[in-house]
């Protein structure tokens, strides 16, 4: 069975720090995807990325970057020099790869919230 | 556009009532997906399918049905409302190669 665990349940940070919100994975899958969403107050949930378990590579997209190591099954986000509008629910999932459902199993979300 | 259109947005439904929640996609993606968040919490899968006429069970799907007779539409049944199904549904759906999965805007039920 797939799990993902965000234990960081809430954080909260003063404008133009930096975060970073954890996620770890547990799966038996050998290729799989990893994502991650953000769900801003008005309640849709918003793609950032997708991650193929053979590509290790960091990623950056602006003030995003996100840090996948397989040897720790973990899938960091980090958010540098935050802004209010960063404040929101975000949420780390997990799919397998092949041939079967391929349906996202989601953690429990960390909630961000950035103050001016 | 549109994307994935979830209607309606908003409803309040009285215990033991029925509803149909719709869910309709453009982008000619094969999986589709009923998820269920429940406040704090992250979401719940409820049903999927893989492709029209192919419909299966997720981790809660007690209290609902669905069905798949076209690729676009995966509309969600609830045929006797009860409190513990009151919850924000959100419907997705997501390519053959394994792509990002999009939601729709999410349905706010109450079930009073």
């Known amino acids: 069975a797939q799990k993902v665990t965000q234990a960081q349940t809430e954080i909260s940070v003063v404008e133009k720090e930096d975060v970073t919100l954890d996620c770890v994975y547990e799966?038996?899958?050998?290729?799989?995807?990893l994502f991650w969403y953000k769900q801003p107050p008005s309640g849709e949930l918003v793609f950032l990325i997708r991650?193929?378990?053979?590509?290790?590579q960091n990623e950056i997209s602006g003030r995003y970057s996100w840090n996948f190591q397989k040897s720790t099954s973990s899938f960091n986000f980090t958010i540098t020099a935050s802004q209010v509008v960063d404040s929101a629910v975000y949420f780390c999932?997990?799919?397998?790869?092949?041939?079967?459902?391929?349906?996202?199993?989601f953690g429990s979300g960390t909630r961000l919230q950035v103050q001016p | 556009n549109a994307g994935v259109t979830q209607t309606p947005k908003f409803r309040i439904l009285k215990i033991g009532q029925s509803m149909t929640l719709q869910c309709a996609q453009d982008?000619?993606?094969?999986?589709m997906y009923w998820y269920r968040q429940d406040p704090g919490m992250g979401l719940k899968l409820i049903y999927y399918s893989v492709g029209a006429g192919i419909t299966d069970k997720g981790e809660v799907p007690n209290g609902y049905n669905v069905s798949r007779s076209t690729t676009e539409d995966f509309p969600l049944r609830l045929e006797l409302a009860a409190p513990s199904q009151t919850s924000v549904y959100f419907c997705?759906?997501?390519?053959?190669?394994?792509?990002?999965?999009?939601f729709g805007q999410g349905t706010r039920l109450t079930v009073v």
């Open positions: 997705a759906s997501r390519t053959l190669d394994g792509g990002g999965a999009f």
């Open positions: 991650r193929n378990s053979f590509d290790e």
């Open positions: 982008m000619n993606h094969n999986y």
């Open positions: 799966t038996r899958d050998t290729t799989y995807y």
């Open positions: 999932a997990l799919s397998e790869a092949g041939t079967g459902r391929r349906a996202l199993t």
